[in-house]
């Protein structure tokens, strides 16, 4: 049997409320500081608790860490989905279940380990037995831990940071852990290949999750206002906003510089961010589709009376109220023009962890510098579940407040200016904020039709001179636009364009496409629109543009082709919309498919092209079929 060392998958099959997360989180966390390229994701149900759920740990010495499609290692705690565990444990794999589920197991090709995990937990009289359940799933954790090779040491430091380094919860908790070592050593015989090795691949890394980040990077990037109304998968970016300003915005005098509220509903979430933002703090929101939906005619405001204000969307399956707790890319062309009537939204795509916390404080800067909403598209993927991450980096710039009017500047200026009136040909007015003290720095802000000068005007004239600044702003923002990313190697057959939380997926996939098929590709990973010119010349690089995203209709191909009509030949849509996070394997059998239909369809057109029409040549070839024509007519 050979072994198969930092390279497989682990998946936990549980029950939701069943407190299998932090178990699971603990596995997770003493694989990453073993110094192992792990990720985890978190397949939940959206109920409170009893349904089935899933926990898969990606561990792969090369670092492609998406989400695997096969199972190599199966734990089963729950006999509701028991069958359907079994029956995913690939050929060759290994299967730990409670032995206390009195089901068959018809499987002869995969290593079987049977686990005592409530007797064990009975036999230690210090446990309470309201705590029994929960600690219970540590015995799993000790069995898995000796038959991989999970090193104690790092189990231990995973447990002290969940619970803070309260010894008690620990201690318990440890000597569960220990119990299941204890049974697996004396009762199991190692029957599967998988092994972990330590390495140091992790050394410089940290683990959290994009919502963490997110709400870090706001709060460094000076949030002094955030309104917010729960919603999965978007609730635990506010909450995380509320756990880290306390300890990362103190005064010296105890004051507090924040305000963090829980609105009613949605609508009045975005309204209160909208307020801030106008009265000059740097204001946020999140939610996700459901509740995005409830903001549209504040957002429509905010445009249109051109007021910053910062909104993340962390995206979830829909129509309707669709799949809670699934992930999805399927909001963009609603928020692109999100608001009544023609509008363009500014919108970031943050791929990574460490741009969710850039593009926590970034997005700040671009929406005052803009004077606009600000909309970040997140997912629940990289919004809630486990990645690894270089550590986040110190804003690089001040913050950049934009084209703000003071005191001393209105002094200047003499009462001469307006409020959305055009001064440098970029589409972006002066403001002032409220508490100026200067007598004509006063405006009227108002969503109605509007003047230069801020006065209430429904002049066709006026309107279109408003509306057509407005679209140049747009054209402006590009210059303050994150720069996409881009990958290339030599002799690329193709371009693949994405965004968001595919990139790991697309990583693994161009590997297997060149390693399987010789398939070489570049990588344009986009990061926000407007589109930079970057873009345009990667489009113009490549013959064929495979744009890979998770949504039915593919939304942004859509938008390329609308904003690169001359290229629509080149590009390939490469949708999927399942709800789970990308796999590699469904990127490389998209692209692949798209790409052969194409090769296929332009070899096809070569030899049209290229093949000649048979004339006769002679003279006496063209009487004889002249010949051969009238004798059949005879015939006749």
Known sequence: ??????????????????????????????????????????????????????????????????????????????????????????????????????????????????????????????????????????????????????????????????????????????????????????NFEKKDPFYLEAMDATKDLIMTDGNTAAAIGSIFGGVQFTAWYPITPASSLAESVIDYLPMLRKREDGKKTYAVIQAEDELAALGMAIGAGWSGLRAMTSSSGPGISLMTEFAGLAYYAEVPVVVWDIQRIGPSTGLPTRTSQADLTFVYSIGHGDTQSIILLPGTLDECFEFGWKSFDIAERLQTPVFVLSDLDIGMNQWMSKPFQYPDAPMDRGKVLWEKDLEELKGNWGRYLDKDGDGIPYRTIPGNKHPTSAYFTRGTGHDEYARYTEDSDVYMRNMERLKKKFESAKNFMPKPVLREVKGADMGIVAFGSTENAILEAQHLLDKEYGI?????????????????????????????????????????????????????????????????????????????????????????????????????????????????????
């Open 520 to 636: 070489k590709s570049d990588f344009l990973r986009l990061r926000a629109l407007p589109f930079t010119d970057e873009v345009t010349k990667f489009i113009e690089a490549h013959d064929q543009i495979m744009i890979v995203e998770q949504n039915r209709d593919g939304q942004m191909y859509k938008i390329l082709l609308a904003e690169y009509p001359q290229y629509a030949m080149k590009f390939k849509s490469v949708a999927f919309h399942d709800g789970l996070p990308a796999s590699a394997t469904w990127v490389r059998d998209g692209i692949l498919e798209k790409y052969q239909k194409a090769k296929s369809g332009k070899q096809k057109a070569e030899v049209k092209k290229t093949a000649k029409v048979v004339k006769p040549k002679t003279k006496s070839s063209k009487e004889a079929v002249t010949k051969k024509k009238s004798t059949a007519k005879k015939k006749k």
């Open 1 to 186: 049997m050979n072994k198969k060392v930092n390279d497989f998958s682990i998946t936990i099959g549980t029950k939701n409320g069943s407190g299998s997360q932090t178990a699971n989180n603990t596995i997770l966390r003493a694989i990453f500081k073993m110094g192992i390229p792990v990720s985890g994701k978190n397949l939940f149900p959206s109920n409170i608790q009893g349904l089935p759920t899933w926990y898969t740990i990606r561990v792969n010495k090369d670092g492609f860490i998406a989400r695997q499609t096969t199972n190599d290692i199966v734990i089963a705690i729950n006999p509701d989905s028991f069958a359907k565990d079994l029956a995913s444990v690939s050929a060759g794999g290994a299967f730990f279940y409670s032995d206390d589920i009195k089901l068959g197991i018809n499987r002869t090709d995969i290593a079987i380990y049977p686990l005592p995990i409530k007797s064990l937990v009975r036999a230690d009289t210090t446990i309470p037995s309201d705590f029994r359940d929960l600690v219970g799933n540590m015995i799993y954790v000790g069995a898995l831990a000796h038959m991989i090779n999970i090193d104690l040491e790092t189990i231990h430091t995973a447990l002290s940071f969940h619970f803070k380094g309260k010894q008690k919860p620990i201690d318990m908790n440890f000597n569960m852990v220990k119990a299941g070592v204890e049974y697996a050593k004396n």
